[in-house]
């Protein structure tokens, strides 16, 4: 195998597909600072915040949402400092939340007094449920608050004219809409920012809670896209959560069905069961072949940063970047593996098409040494890889018999992982005469 220094998601594409896949990547936003913030026990710090916005800015996020800032005083602040301290490249924007109330519009703007770009994210809760349990309102009611907030958004832009302002407006509770009120609203609030002038306006669709089958919430993309009125002058946004466990699918399967973005965590963080996981998905893009336009190439770096700052250690089997995945403890996916590998090598493929794994582990910084590990489940096939790799000894193929009964024996006994060492020890002591 050669070493890959970087990210190179091409090697992958002489895969077939079916028709219906994504082709390329949808523009990513970042909410990890917000909604993956807001969800934590333990709020990230300020310095936090900076090395998580950091990280995010080498991984290649052109658009993150850093903040809630008229609701938090620390979100304020660390507004403040990326803008005072000049922290953001020429080629990323940042985007704060705020609801449509005129004092937090005000205060938002203060926050964001003297930044190149940005957008300001607008949301109001358009669903039945919200809107008769939560608000006590009409259905114009909700949408006047949208529209009017829309109008605050105009107008405070106006008062800052050397900031490039972009305006996204979330009807939250979207997937809990009828789809006609929900394009009335957003048609409502899309012409209150003049959308001829060739702005940039992203209309979010949040599936707030995730509360029917990926297929259902793409359904209620389509519709929505098809409907739109104004759909031409705007970017459509998705923000799915992970309720059913689906929210990747649903982002996926509402890309297809006409969004041009994907608002997501690193890992899934955020409210509840967590927000859509950019990298899950992203992942899935590089592993058909196509080009996340995010650089995964250091999955361990990521997760190191991810868990020191919001405290919460990625899991050992996650999508991708969980410490096992990787691995193969059953024997017949080892002698797979080690089969397929050896194919692979002797024929001079260009591509990745290895039994079991299903990219490279090396493409995301991960060493193909961790793949085989040795218990009383493993197989003859891992035990003589084990030895070939480790220690260069190829051993014939009538030996790798009874030298993985051998080694099986001393995981049963001892009831964990025989290290390659240990193995290495036990074939010594059993195969090679003193
Ligand atoms: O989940 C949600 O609806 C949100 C909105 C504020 C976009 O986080
Ligand atoms: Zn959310």
Not at 15 to 32: E, M
Not at 137 to 147: D, H, N, T
Not at 237 to 253: F, I
Not at 306 to 331: D, K, M, N, Q
Request: proline share 5%; glycine share 6%; aromatic share 8%.
């Amino acid at each position: 195998y050669r070493k890959y220094s970087a990210f190179e998601p091409i090697r992958l594409t002489d895969r077939t597909w079916p028709d219906k896949t994504l082709t390329q990547a949808p523009d990513w936003c970042s909410v990890d600072l917000r909604d993956g913030n807001q969800a934590l026990v333990n709020p990230m710090s300020v310095e936090q915040k900076t090395r998580l916005f950091e990280l995010l800015v080498k991984l290649g996020f052109k658009e993150i949402e850093v903040g809630f800032p008229s609701a938090s005083k620390p979100d304020f602040d660390f507004v403040r400092k990326l803008v005072d301290e000049q922290r953001i490249p020429d080629d990323v924007t940042i985007q704060v939340l705020t609801q449509a109330r005129e004092e937090l519009i005000k205060r938002t703007y203060e926050a964001m007094s003297g930044v190149k770009k940005a957008v300001i994210h607008v949301y109001n809760s358009t669903s039945t449920v919200q809107r008769e349990q939560v608000f006590g309102q009409s259905r114009e009611g909700i949408k006047a608050i949208a529209v009017q907030g829309a109008k605050w958004v105009q107008q405070y832009a106006q008062q800052h004219p050397d900031t490039e302002w972009s305006f996204q407006y979330s009807p939250e509770s979207f997937s809990g809409t009828e789809m006609d009120y929900a394009i009335e609203v957003c048609d409502a609030v899309i012409e209150q920012w003049q959308p001829e002038s060739g702005r940039d306006i992203i209309i979010n669709l949040p599936a707030t809670v995730e509360m029917s089958t990926p297929n259902r919430f793409a359904d209620q993309v389509e519709y929505f896209c098809r409907h739109l009125v104004n759909r031409k002058y705007v970017r459509i946004s998705l923000h799915t959560h992970n309720d059913r466990g689906c929210a990747v699918a649903a982002a996926e399967l509402g890309v297809l069905a006409g969004a041009d973005r994907i608002e997501g965590t690193l890992m899934g963080n955020g409210e509840r069961t967590g927000n859509m996981d950019v990298i899950t998905m992203g992942m899935n893009l590089y592993s058909q072949g196509v080009d996340p336009k995010l650089d995964f190439s250091d999955i361990m770096e990521i997760n190191e940063v991810v868990e020191s700052c919001t405290g919460i250690p990625v899991g050992v089997r996650h999508p991708w970047a969980g410490e096992l995945v990787y691995t193969a403890f059953s024997g017949s996916h080892q002698d797979a593996i080690r089969k397929s590998v050896n194919y692979h090598t002797e024929h001079k493929k260009q591509h990745w098409d290895v039994a079991y794994l299903p990219i490279d582990p090396r493409d995301i910084g991960r060493e193909y040494e961790a793949v085989v590990r040795i218990n009383s489940q493993s197989g003859k096939g891992g035990v003589a890889l084990v030895l070939e790799r480790d220690y260069d000894i190829s051993l014939p193929k009538w030996m790798h018999f009874p030298l993985s009964r051998v080694v099986q024996g001393a995981a049963e006994q001892s009831g964990v992982e025989v290290s390659p060492t240990n193995i290495k020890r036990l074939f010594d002591e059993h195969f090679i005469s003193v």
